[in-house]
């Protein structure tokens, strides 16, 4: 009785090795390249790489094979969240690296793209940003490209809108340590100077500083007529109300990351009137793609308990996905060096408009969207351009 016990024991096992064999065969028979995603989902940028992230996860529905040698690859997207931290950077980009990454997209934050820049490089992986608008990020590093504009043009624009708007005088908040925060300050300053404005105080503040009155203060004694505050997310709605609740009544402006709806829920009615610049208005899709976009992708925030208002970062990581299915294409190849090559001759027609690349990896761009605040929403006021 035992043999027989045995017996069908080791039958069942070999017929269950049969099947296993099967099935891994079957699946060895779907071809793909990977695709890392390398974007804080967490921290104190996590809420706008959500937004990037579900921009590449949408282009991966509507795009979700590639064609290399005549033959049908599957796209698969591996996502690593790097905190919005550059130590947690480092260990995400390796994660992509070690999961077989051909093409790397990200990072939402220009202080994390530039730290993990050299793991790409090294090993020669190329990675697209969507929205990191620091030079540093692509400067030296032939594996980094990006399909946004850069914080010179970004701060220029902001500039010349402040002057266009009257104001004199400046004051500037940024945030210690932050690449992006200190680059866009330090470029709207230059950019402001130069019109003839004086910035007439200057202030940086920590992260994870909750309290900014004694900083709105020293502002305030100075009578700007406009303030510019790039910063994070989670950082803008505190110096929006405490601004106000000082008395502050000079305009507040920002760059590209301002575009959040929860700034507006968290700031409530002391940030109407705060103006911003960005990527993207989907009231004037600049092609068919960005046409099509518009329509399929509100859909696609619905279903994800998101508001129907299309972010701009939501349509870069689009395009920064579209960017890389069209050089592995032209690579014939899932090898990383030979997509890298590739990238330097992409011509695509994005979302966002044409995307094609200078000698440093940056996008061609010359075009930002100003928006305000007005009765709780984003409001689209005009199309700057700006030469760089």
Do not use: H
């Not at 079957?26 to 809420?47: A, L």
């Not at 509100?298 to 579209?322: M, R």
């Not at 890298?340 to 761009?365: C, P, Q, Y």
Request: proline share 3%.
């Amino acid at each position: 009785m035992k043999k027989l016990t045995v017996c069908l024991l080791v039958l069942v096992l070999l017929t269950s090795s049969i099947f296993a064999t099967g099935t891994t065969e079957q699946k060895s028979d779907v071809k793909e390249v990977v695709i890392g995603v390398f974007e804080p989902q967490t921290g104190e940028n996590g809420g706008g790489g959500y937004q990037e992230v579900l921009g590449m996860r949408y282009a991966n529905l509507m795009y979700p094979t590639v064609q290399i040698n005549g033959e049908t690859y599957k796209v698969r997207l591996v996502e690593a969240d790097n905190k919005s931290d550059k130590t947690e950077a480092v260990t995400a980009a390796q994660s992509l690296i070690s999961s077989g990454a051909s093409v790397v997209l990200g990072s939402y934050g220009s202080g994390v793209s530039i730290a993990a820049g050299d793991i790409f490089l090294d090993n020669q992986v190329p990675a697209i940003g969507a929205s990191c608008t620091n030079p540093q990020v692509t400067l030296g590093n032939d594996y980094y490209f990006r399909v946004c504009f850069l914080d010179p043009f970004q701060g220029t624009v902001m500039a010349n809108y402040a002057w266009q708007e009257g104001a004199k005088n400046a004051a500037v908040i940024t945030q210690l340590g932050d690449d992006y925060s200190s680059g866009l300050g330090n470029f709207f300053s230059r950019a402001f100077t130069k019109l003839g404005g004086q910035v007439v105080s200057e202030q940086q503040f920590q992260t994870n500083t909750t309290d900014f009155k004694s900083i709105l203060t020293n502002i305030k004694a100075a009578n700007p007529d406009v303030i510019f505050a790039p910063s994070s997310i989670a950082t803008a709605p505190l110096i929006i109300k405490q601004a106000r609740e000082l008395g502050l009544t000079a305009k507040i402006m920002a760059g590209d990351t301002w575009e959040n709806s929860s700034i507006i829920e968290n700031a409530g009615s002391s940030a109407e009137g705060v103006a911003l610049s960005t990527f993207f208005d989907d009231s004037d899709p600049a092609t068919a793609e960005a046409a099509k976009f518009i329509t399929g992708f509100k859909k696609y925030l619905v279903e994800n308990k998101q508001p129907d208002i299309i972010p701009a970062v939501s349509a870069l990581g689009y395009d920064a996905y579209l960017t890389a299915l069209q050089a592995i294409e032209k690579a014939n190849s899932t090898k990383g060096s030979a997509i890298r090559d590739a990238l330097v001759s992409v011509d695509v027609e994005g979302v966002t408009g044409r995307i094609v690349f200078n000698e440093n990896g940056d996008a061609n761009k010359d075009m930002a969207f100003i928006k305000t605040v007005e009765n709780g929403q984003f409001k689209f006021l005009k199309t700057v351009s700006v030469a760089n």
